[in-house]
């Protein structure tokens, strides 16, 4: 069965840091594609960050990151992650984490995790 489970979310102040940690389980972890996504009140799903499969790390941002976030992957340890630095307030929203194998169309989803920034 395949699961990806979020967790590093959180309340932070402006211009705080989280890290954000998705675990992955259930397909071949190294042959998908995983990004974040995130989602605010009101608004549309958007993308944040992805990064490639084995042989293609190939990194993708938001423009609206503007250098603040990183996602990296541990392969070994099918764990995605993403890196947020300098936060703001409408950094505010909930994050997914989301696996697709190119080849297929296929993909998964988590749950999400709550991020607020706030003073």
């Known amino acids: 069965q395949v699961q990806l489970v979020e967790s590093g979310g959180g309340l932070v102040q402006p211009g705080g840091s989280l890290r954000l940690s998705c675990a992955a389980s259930?397909?071949?972890?190294?042959?998908?594609?995983m990004s974040w996504y995130r989602q605010a009140p009101g608004l549309e799903r958007e993308l944040v960050a992805a990064?490639?499969?084995?042989?293609?790390?190939?990194?993708k941002y938001g423009d609206f990151v503007e250098g603040r976030f990183t996602i990296s992957r541990d392969n070994e340890k099918n764990m995605v992650y993403l890196q947020m630095n300098n936060l703001k307030p409408e950094d505010t929203a909930v994050y997914f984490c989301?696996?697709?194998?190119?080849?297929?169309?296929?993909?998964?989803w988590g749950k999400g995790t709550l991020v607020t920034v706030s003073s």
């Open positions: 989301k696996a697709k194998f190119a080849y297929t169309g296929s993909e998964h």
């Open positions: 259930g397909f071949t972890f190294s042959r998908y594609t």
């Open positions: 990064i490639g499969s084995v042989g293609r790390i190939i990194r």
